[in-house]
């Protein structure tokens, strides 16, 4: 089933007159960028997930924030679909442009607006790039502790709309757990303030809804994160095994002794190799799997706290234990997890990167199911896994250029998602929704659920205008995605595509 | 694990409140009625939660538990304790009887919620009888959920008016293999000072209040980092029991005679000028007042430096909870017609609006 937008399944766009609204936008804002021409609009096409490509109606580069409310009252005034984009680094489409909508991109919104070290917070606008935040908060000795791979490129309102997490979650918490206060833009182009300096706000809880909303709810125009005190050491501990299992359970085991690490990363033997290959951080490559846990914190309990993993390593059958012995050799363990995304591209010509969660039991039965449909979909898969919190990156290699690999690797990555809702997980821990995974949400959830989302929508964009066929699907497309889900299997020609 | 009291009643809640929505009769949610005092009055049949109880499961490797909303939350932290766990938060029970479901319905959160995080940061999944008459499911128990919008953590601090919460996945945290309590002789503007200073640094600061008097402090970590930070600091030993007396009201500051009113505040908020008796919680960030002021004084004064206040005098003022901007209420409003669109869950507890 075709992910890119089908008004047959996803409901029926208002059709919009290109010039008319270019001429609307151009007299309410004289000095907005717009770009409009196609081959001008051609960069936007696709976000970080550049299988699917779309090219939009127009492109919008405010700079200033009543540019984007004046914008936003335009296209409400006038029924035109609006989809927000940050840095465009997502990895669901979910910033995938309608061709019969107004693409609006934020990136321009690239200030620091304040850093208070006494009050631990930075105020940011919502184009500054995650990374950035820590490095203007670093000399105070304060960080910003999400840390999604992408942080050199992705800017925090991204960040926000998808909760992105990182290899620190376990311990640090995602995007919504580091947040004081949202400024948003409404449909309307209305302010609205969520959250507050304090550290809880009256009312409902609109700042954790609007987290990871996905740019369904509002558009974004400030952001207020905590800032923390940088740990004072961070040591890192890599143990090899013979299988996987055993990486898995020895994962439990340390959580088990009371444990709880900075990161803990599980590699597979396929994904190892690639990142040794590329990046020579000089992990074991006869490993079935490898753990990499780091501890960080004081100087005094982590040194104890080594102590006490390596023990439960060695114990839950590693072959290998090794601690880095310096702070190059520690970025270097860490460069080798970090680039394994593309580490494994090198491997083949093009690969697809799921997001599933499980809880961490069933990890070794999960990965024997994924090995059995590797085989049955004659392609590789290569498992990179946040360990300590269960969120699964499997990467399915494949060549575009042969017909009917990519649809074969993205029906083996639909049930890989399947397989993690059916052993109580989640078909996507930090990479969102979006586009990509439209048809697995109808697996995840009911069409009551559903129902409620939708309610959730209506509450702040009844017209359904912002980011329209993102998120949560209708109700048409879970009967049409069941329908045929069932018979999957017994079609005749299952490369055909049937959309 | 299993108590004998364990039992799936949500069926019954499920009955209760289809038959709700079918005479569009408001309910007034409630456990055991520990936390009553807060928000305005609700008048409405009562829906009784205790009946749904009992640990649904626990894994204490996958740092999930899933509870029934009817659980007292001493049952909660006893199975924790069990495993050398616990829920970070720290809620209140503020009653013997308190329950899970009035623990998420309130997201109240006690003296480690700054360095922890509050109730809603632990939540990670719940099961909700909706305005829609459907017993549903929305989050899960993973760390790591995107899927659809965040209904889970929505419900923590609702106060019962968006749906009746049945269920919830909890992430827990091993204990702290040390905590030490100490208490230190400083005025309470050098202490917001000093926090502020050491709140910058990694220290193991789990707990922080000054009683007008004295700053006292909970360490915790491991034995390294609390006995380093303990020489650094100094200070009388202090019983750890402090802690739990500030979070349930029991110090002799929550006797007097006035109307007690809660400030949340940006931390390093300096001292507020108010009339009646402080005391600083959370490392400057909650403060509690007790004061004959009015509700409109106290708001605007705490409003210029970024905080809001609520009233925890039962029934003192019509609308406890800081009234919301209007755009704000507009949308807050539209959320609870959206997901109750009968208006059958504690109506009014919240604001007379919604």
Redesign the interface.
């Given at each position: 089933m075709n992910i890119l937008y089908d008004e047959r399944v996803d409901g029926v766009l208002p059709d919009v007159d290109k010039a008319a609204l270019l001429q609307a936008l151009r007299a309410r804002l004289p000095d907005l960028d717009i770009l409009h021409q196609q081959e001008e609009l051609r960069p936007y096409e696709c976000d970080g997930l550049s299988a699917y490509r779309t090219t939009p109606l127009l492109v919008v580069l405010p700079r200033h924030l009543d540019e984007v409310q004046g914008i936003l009252q335009v296209c409400h005034e006038r029924h035109v679909p609006v989809v927000a984009r940050g840095a465009g680094t997502g990895l669901s489409g979910g910033a995938l442009p309608l061709e019969k909508g107004v693409l609006l991109v934020m990136a321009r919104f690239n200030n620091i607006l304040h850093i208070d070290p006494a009050a631990r917070t930075a105020r940011v606008q919502p184009g500054v790039r995650n990374l950035a935040i820590s490095q203007a908060a670093a000399p105070f000795g304060l960080y910003y502790a999400p840390d999604p791979s992408s942080q050199i490129a992705c800017s925090i309102g991204g960040n926000v709309a998808e909760n992105a997490g990182g290899v620190h979650c376990l311990k640090y918490g995602l995007t919504v757990h580091n947040l004081l206060k949202l400024d948003i833009l409404t449909v309307e182009g209305e302010y609205l303030t969520l959250g507050s300096e304090a550290l809880d706000s009256p009312g409902f809880d609109l700042l954790a809804l609007f987290t990871g909303s996905e740019g369904m709810l509002g558009v974004i125009t400030e952001v207020t994160v905590k800032l923390l005190p940088k740990p004072q050491t961070a040591k890192v501990l890599l143990a090899a095994f013979d299988s996987v299992e055993k990486a898995g359970r020895a994962v439990g085991d340390i959580i088990a002794a009371g444990i709880i690490p900075g990161g803990l990363e599980m590699m597979d033997n396929l994904a190892l190799r690639a990142a040794e290959d590329f990046i020579h951080a000089g992990y074991p490559v006869d490993a079935e799997a490898i753990l990499l846990c780091e501890l960080d914190g004081v100087e005094a309990d982590v040194h104890d706290d080594c102590d006490r993993v390596r023990q439960v390593l060695e114990q839950a059958g590693a072959t290998e234990v090794r601690q880095a012995r310096d702070e190059a050799e520690r970025v270097r363990f860490w460069a080798g997890r970090k680039n394994a995304f593309p580490a494994v591209g090198r491997l083949s010509p093009d690969y697809y990167c799921m997001d599933g969660t499980i809880p961490r039991r069933e990890l070794p039965g999960v990965l024997r199911a994924i090995a059995s449909l590797s085989d049955e979909y004659g392609l590789r898969v290569a498992n990179v896994f946040h360990a300590g919190d269960g969120n699964m990156h499997p990467l399915i290699l494949f060549d575009a250029n042969q017909p009917g690999e990519l649809d074969r690797a993205e029906t083996l990555g639909g049930k890989i998602l399947e397989l993690c809702v059916k052993v109580g997980g989640s078909i996507t821990g930090e990479h969102g929704v979006g586009r990509e995974k439209i048809n697995q949400m109808c697996a995840q959830f009911n069409s009551d659920e559903l129902t409620v989302f939708h309610a959730v929508k209506a509450a702040f964009d009844p017209g359904g205008l912002l980011n329209p066929g993102k998120n949560i699907p209708t109700l048409h497309r879970c009967a049409e995605f069941g329908a045929m889900h069932v018979h999957l299997g017994q079609l005749p020609f299952p490369d055909l595509e049937r959309f | 694990m299993r108590s004998e009291h364990d039992m799936d009643d949500s069926a019954a809640l499920l009955e209760q409140v289809n038959q709700a929505l079918q005479n569009a009769t408001p309910l007034r949610i409630q456990g055991s009625n520990s936390k009553a005092f807060l928000g305005r009055i609700v008048a409405g049949e009562v829906l009784d939660t205790r009946t749904h109880r009992g640990i649904v499961s626990y894994?204490?490797?996958?740092?999930?538990i899933t509870v029934r909303c009817g659980t007292p939350l001493s049952e909660l932290a006893e199975v924790l304790d069990d495993a050398?766990q616990m829920l970070p938060c720290e809620p209140p029970s503020f009653g013997e009887g308190a329950t899970v479901g009035g623990m998420i319905a309130c997201?109240l959160s006690g003296p480690r919620?700054?360095w922890s995080?509050?109730v809603?940061?632990f939540v990670l999944g719940t099961r909700v009888i909706?305005g829609?008459g459907?017993h549903?499911?929305?989050g899960?128990?993973?760390?790591?959920?995107?899927?659809?919008?965040?209904?889970s953590?929505?419900m923590?601090?609702?106060y019962g008016?968006?749906g009746v919460v049945t269920e919830v996945s909890l992430k827990v945290?091993?204990?702290p293999?040390q905590c030490l309590s100490i208490s230190l002789d400083m005025d309470s503007d050098r202490a917001l000072l000093r926090l502020?200073?050491w709140?910058?640094?990694?220290l193991?600061i789990s707990a922080a209040c000054h009683d007008g008097q004295r700053l006292h402090l909970r360490l915790e970590?491991?034995?390294?980092?609390v006995?380093?930070a303990h020489d650094r600091l100094g200070g009388e030993l202090l019983d750890a029991s402090y802690w739990a007396d500030i979070n349930e009201h029991r110090l002799s500051f929550f006797d007097e005679d006035q109307p007690l009113w809660r400030l949340?505040?940006?931390?390093?908020t300096p001292r507020l000028s108010l009339p009646g008796v402080q005391l600083i919680d959370?490392g400057g960030?909650?403060r509690w007042l007790k004061s004959e002021a009015q509700a409109a004084f106290i708001r605007k004064i705490v409003g210029e430096v970024?905080?809001?206040v609520?009233c925890y005098s039962h029934g003192l003022i019509d609308s406890p909870?800081?009234p919301?901007?209007a755009?704000?209420?507009r949308?807050?409003q539209?959320?609870?017609?959206?997901?109750d669109p009968r208006g059958i869950f504690n109506p009014g507890r919240?604001?007379a609006e919604c």
């Amino acid at each position: 089933m075709n992910i890119l937008y089908d008004e047959r399944v996803d409901g029926v766009l208002p059709d919009v007159d290109k010039a008319a609204l270019l001429q609307a936008l151009r007299a309410r804002l004289p000095d907005l960028d717009i770009l409009h021409q196609q081959e001008e609009l051609r960069p936007y096409e696709c976000d970080g997930l550049s299988a699917y490509r779309t090219t939009p109606l127009l492109v919008v580069l405010p700079r200033h924030l009543d540019e984007v409310q004046g914008i936003l009252q335009v296209c409400h005034e006038r029924h035109v679909p609006v989809v927000a984009r940050g840095a465009g680094t997502g990895l669901s489409g979910g910033a995938l442009p309608l061709e019969k909508g107004v693409l609006l991109v934020m990136a321009r919104f690239n200030n620091i607006l304040h850093i208070d070290p006494a009050a631990r917070t930075a105020r940011v606008q919502p184009g500054v790039r995650n990374l950035a935040i820590s490095q203007a908060a670093a000399p105070f000795g304060l960080y910003y502790a999400p840390d999604p791979s992408s942080q050199i490129a992705c800017s925090i309102g991204g960040n926000v709309a998808e909760n992105a997490g990182g290899v620190h979650c376990l311990k640090y918490g995602l995007t919504v757990h580091n947040l004081l206060k949202l400024d948003i833009l409404t449909v309307e182009g209305e302010y609205l303030t969520l959250g507050s300096e304090a550290l809880d706000s009256p009312g409902f809880d609109l700042l954790a809804l609007f987290t990871g909303s996905e740019g369904m709810l509002g558009v974004i125009t400030e952001v207020t994160v905590k800032l923390l005190p940088k740990p004072q050491t961070a040591k890192v501990l890599l143990a090899a095994f013979d299988s996987v299992e055993k990486a898995g359970r020895a994962v439990g085991d340390i959580i088990a002794a009371g444990i709880i690490p900075g990161g803990l990363e599980m590699m597979d033997n396929l994904a190892l190799r690639a990142a040794e290959d590329f990046i020579h951080a000089g992990y074991p490559v006869d490993a079935e799997a490898i753990l990499l846990c780091e501890l960080d914190g004081v100087e005094a309990d982590v040194h104890d706290d080594c102590d006490r993993v390596r023990q439960v390593l060695e114990q839950a059958g590693a072959t290998e234990v090794r601690q880095a012995r310096d702070e190059a050799e520690r970025v270097r363990f860490w460069a080798g997890r970090k680039n394994a995304f593309p580490a494994v591209g090198r491997l083949s010509p093009d690969y697809y990167c799921m997001d599933g969660t499980i809880p961490r039991r069933e990890l070794p039965g999960v990965l024997r199911a994924i090995a059995s449909l590797s085989d049955e979909y004659g392609l590789r898969v290569a498992n990179v896994f946040h360990a300590g919190d269960g969120n699964m990156h499997p990467l399915i290699l494949f060549d575009a250029n042969q017909p009917g690999e990519l649809d074969r690797a993205e029906t083996l990555g639909g049930k890989i998602l399947e397989l993690c809702v059916k052993v109580g997980g989640s078909i996507t821990g930090e990479h969102g929704v979006g586009r990509e995974k439209i048809n697995q949400m109808c697996a995840q959830f009911n069409s009551d659920e559903l129902t409620v989302f939708h309610a959730v929508k209506a509450a702040f964009d009844p017209g359904g205008l912002l980011n329209p066929g993102k998120n949560i699907p209708t109700l048409h497309r879970c009967a049409e995605f069941g329908a045929m889900h069932v018979h999957l299997g017994q079609l005749p020609f299952p490369d055909l595509e049937r959309f | 694990m299993r108590s004998e009291h364990d039992m799936d009643d949500s069926a019954a809640l499920l009955e209760q409140v289809n038959q709700a929505l079918q005479n569009a009769t408001p309910l007034r949610i409630q456990g055991s009625n520990s936390k009553a005092f807060l928000g305005r009055i609700v008048a409405g049949e009562v829906l009784d939660t205790r009946t749904h109880r009992g640990i649904v499961s626990y894994d204490p490797t996958e740092l999930v538990i899933t509870v029934r909303c009817g659980t007292p939350l001493s049952e909660l932290a006893e199975v924790l304790d069990d495993a050398q766990q616990m829920l970070p938060c720290e809620p209140p029970s503020f009653g013997e009887g308190a329950t899970v479901g009035g623990m998420i319905a309130c997201g109240l959160s006690g003296p480690r919620r700054p360095w922890s995080g509050s109730v809603r940061d632990f939540v990670l999944g719940t099961r909700v009888i909706t305005g829609y008459g459907k017993h549903l499911r929305f989050g899960g128990e993973v760390m790591k959920n995107v899927a659809g919008y965040d209904l889970s953590r929505l419900m923590a601090g609702s106060y019962g008016a968006l749906g009746v919460v049945t269920e919830v996945s909890l992430k827990v945290l091993p204990k702290p293999r040390q905590c030490l309590s100490i208490s230190l002789d400083m005025d309470s503007d050098r202490a917001l000072l000093r926090l502020a200073e050491w709140g910058q640094q990694p220290l193991p600061i789990s707990a922080a209040c000054h009683d007008g008097q004295r700053l006292h402090l909970r360490l915790e970590g491991g034995e390294g980092s609390v006995a380093a930070a303990h020489d650094r600091l100094g200070g009388e030993l202090l019983d750890a029991s402090y802690w739990a007396d500030i979070n349930e009201h029991r110090l002799s500051f929550f006797d007097e005679d006035q109307p007690l009113w809660r400030l949340s505040l940006p931390h390093n908020t300096p001292r507020l000028s108010l009339p009646g008796v402080q005391l600083i919680d959370w490392g400057g960030a909650q403060r509690w007042l007790k004061s004959e002021a009015q509700a409109a004084f106290i708001r605007k004064i705490v409003g210029e430096v970024g905080g809001h206040v609520t009233c925890y005098s039962h029934g003192l003022i019509d609308s406890p909870f800081q009234p919301l901007p209007a755009a704000l209420m507009r949308y807050q409003q539209n959320l609870k017609q959206q997901l109750d669109p009968r208006g059958i869950f504690n109506p009014g507890r919240l604001y007379a609006e919604c």
